[in-house]
C-alpha cells in the first residue's frame, strides 16, 4: 500500500460515524441545511441519510434529499426511505383536536398555506409535487429506514451516532425490531422539545411545551426517550430559538463558488432559526454547548389538550413511577458566534469525502 493510499484509509477511519435520520423538506431551508451541516464535515463519514414524515410528506423529502445530494456533490450517501405516517397520531386526530382546542400555526406535511398553518399547499401523502431544483436521476435505497438502522449500528457496533432532526418514527421503528439497537449505538442526539423558550414566537408563547417533532409523533418520542442509550443529548426548542440565519450569513456564504454554498444560494429562502442545523454542529463541536442540564424527559401521551407535550423532571422530583425514563444531557445555552461560524465556513466548504 502506497503512503497516499494509507493515509486516506487512516482518514477514512478516524472519521465519526453517524445516520441522520431527517424529515427533509425542500430544496434548501433548515432540514436540508442540517443534512448539509454533517455532509460538509471533514470529521463525519455520514453512512446513510434516512427519511421520515414531518415538515412534509416523506415520499417527496427523499426526492428533495436526492436532488440536494446530486447539487452538492455527494450522492454516495444513500438517502432511505421511513416512515409515511407516524405510529398512532393521525391527520384526522390532528384536526379534531384543532376544532377542539385551537390551531397552532405549524402542522408539517398536515398544514396548508390556505390555513395558515404551512408555508406550502397541501397535498397528500403519495403526491410529490414537480422539484423547482429539478428532478433527482439517482435513486433511494432499497431497503427501508428501520432495518438500515439496525445494520448499520450492528456492522459498526457503539460507534454510530444517531442524529434525529424529525419525529421519531423510524427510530421507534428500529428499536422496536431489534431490543438492542439503542444500547448498540455511541447515542442519540435529538432535536424535540420545548420546556419554556424565551420567544414572542406565537408558536410558543402561549403553549410553551409544544414541539413539533416530539407532537407529531407522540408515541414514538416516547418509546425512544425510554430506550436503553448510551446518551442522549438534546437540542430543545429553548436553545434554538438563541439562533437565526441571516441574510448577512447567506451572503457570506453565496460568497463561495462550491457546490454546497452555491446550492444554498439558488435555493435557500428561509431566514430563521437553525433547527437543526445546531443538533448536527453541536454534534461534531461540542464545545458550541456552553451549558447543559441532566433532566429526566417524557412525552405526555394522553389524548387531549397537552398530548405530545414534553415533560421534564430534575433528579429530586422525579417521580418513582417514571420506571424506564433516563436521564439526558439537555443543552441550555450555547456560544452563538462560534456557532455561526462554524455554519457558515461549513456551507462554503468543498465537497467532503
Known sequence: MSLCAGLTLASAQSKRLVIMDQD???????NQMAMMVLLQSPQVQVLGLTMVSGDAWEPEEVQHTLRMLELIHRSDVPVVPGAVFPLLHTERDAKL????????????????????????????ASVVPKLVEGEPSTKPSSEDAAHFLV???RAHPHEVT???????????LAISIDPE???????????????K??????EFASNPRHEFNFWFDPEAAHITLRADWPRVDLTTVDLSVKTHFTRQMLDEISTSHQPAAQYLTRYTEELYYLWD?????????PSII????????????????SYGNTLTWSAEFRPESIGEVHPIHVQTDLDVAKFNRMFVEGMKAPPQR
Open 24 to 30: 427533509g423538506s425542500g430544496p434548501g431551508g433548515s
Open 97 to 124: 383536536d384543532r376544532q377542539r382546542e385551537g390551531t397552532s400555526p405549524w402542522y408539517g406535511a398536515w398544514g396548508d398555506v390556505a390555513a395558515h398553518t404551512s408555508n406550502r399547499p397541501y397535498h397528500a
Open 151 to 153: 445494520r448499520q449500528v
Open 162 to 172: 444517531i442524529c434525529a432532526a424529525g419525529p421519531l418514527t423510524n427510530i421507534a
Open 181 to 195: 439497537f439503542a444500547q448498540l449505538t455511541k447515542g442519540i442526539v435529538i432535536m424535540g422539545g420545548s420546556m
Open 197 to 202: 423558550p424565551e420567544t414572542e414566537d406565537p
Open 277 to 285: 442545523e445546531l443538533t448536527a454542529a453541536a454534534w461534531i463541536e
Open 290 to 305: 456552553t451549558a447543559e442540564k441532566l433532566l429526566y424527559v417524557d412525552v405526555d401521551v394522553t389524548r387531549g389538550p
